[in-house]
C-alpha cells in the first residue's frame, strides 16, 4: 500500500493568489496524478506524470500547471486563484506495468480549497 | 455513452442484507478493473482490484467481472452502516495512455440499522 501525503487539507484564500498544492509519496512509484471533485460530483482527471520531467494534461481542462522534477513530489500550481478553482484535489499514484497490483491507484488524503 | 456506467443510487437496503453494484464499461479491451469506496468529503480508497473472468472474494466483498458482457459487480455481504457511501467503479482501458484509471459516477449505498 501506498504512503501519499498532500498538505495542506484545507485552504483559504482570496482570489488572484498564488497557491502550489504538495504531494508527495514514499513507494518510488513512477506515475501520479491529480483530480479534481467537486461535492456529490465525479472524480476528473486534470494532470498526470509518466516519471520525472513527464507531465500531461488530463482529461479536464484546468488552468493549474504541475511539475516532477523528483520521482516522490507532483505539486501542482494555481498562479491566480479564482473562486470557480474551489474544489477538491486529490493525488494518486501507481507503480508502473500492465496488469497485477502494480497498476492500482493509491489517492492521498485530499486538499479542499476555497477561494473566496 | 459513457465509458464506464454506474446507477447512481441511492442503493438503500437494510443492515444485514446484501448489496449489490453493478458497473458496465465501454472499452472490450479493458483489463484492469478497480473498486474503490468514497466516505463524503474523503479520498477514494481501494476495495477490490480484479483482473480475471469470474469472482475474487475478500471479507465481506465479492467483486465479479464478465468481460464478455463488459462489466463488473461488488457483492457487500452482511451489510453494515459503516458501508454507507459512494463505490466507485474504474477502469484501465487497452487504450489508456500512463494506466489512467476511468472512473464511473458511483453509487451511493445506504446501509439502514
Known amino acids: 500500500e501506498a504512503d501519499i501525503y498532500q498538505t495542506p487539507r484545507y485552504l483559504v484564500i482570496g482570489t488572484g493568489k498564488k497557491i502550489t498544492l504538495e504531494c508527495s509519496q514514499t513507494m518510488g512509484h513512477d506515475k501520479m496524478y491529480w483530480y479534481q471533485q467537486d461535492p456529490g460530483m465525479e472524480l476528473h482527471l486534470i494532470h498526470y506524470s509518466y516519471g520525472v520531467n513527464s507531465t500531461e494534461k488530463g482529461d479536464l481542462s484546468s488552468e493549474s500547471t504541475v511539475s516532477r522534477i523528483r520521482t516522490e513530489h507532483f505539486p501542482l500550481t494555481l498562479e491566480s486563484a479564482r473562486p470557480s478553482h474551489t474544489s477538491q484535489y486529490l493525488c494518486?499514484?501507481?507503480?508502473?506495468?500492465?496488469?497485477?497490483?502494480?497498476?492500482?491507484?493509491?489517492f492521498g488524503p485530499g486538499t479542499r480549497l476555497t477561494v473566496l | 455513452q459513457k465509458e464506464v456506467e454506474q446507477n447512481s443510487g441511492p442503493l438503500s437496503v437494510p443492515e444485514g442484507a446484501i448489496a449489490s453494484l453493478n458497473c458496465t464499461y465501454s472499452?472490450?479491451?479493458?483489463?484492469?478493473f478497480f473498486w474503490y469506496r468514497q466516505y463524503s468529503g474523503k479520498s477514494p480508497e481501494l476495495i477490490m482490484s480484479?483482473?480475471?473472468?469470474g469472482d475474487k472474494e475478500d471479507g465481506r466483498f465479492t467483486a465479479q467481472l464478465n468481460k464478455a458482457s463488459q462489466y463488473v459487480s461488488l457483492l457487500i455481504r452482511d451489510s453494515q452502516p459503516s458501508d454507507s457511501a459512494t463505490y466507485l467503479c474504474a477502469v484501465i482501458g487497452i487504450k489508456a495512455a500512463g494506466n489512467k484509471l476511468t472512473f464511473g459516477g458511483g453509487t451511493r449505498v445506504l446501509v439502514k440499522p
Open positions: 480484479i483482473y480475471s473472468n
Open positions: 494518486a499514484s501507481s507503480d508502473y506495468g500492465a496488469g497485477g497490483s502494480k497498476d492500482t491507484q493509491y
Open positions: 472499452d472490450r479491451g479493458s483489463q484492469s
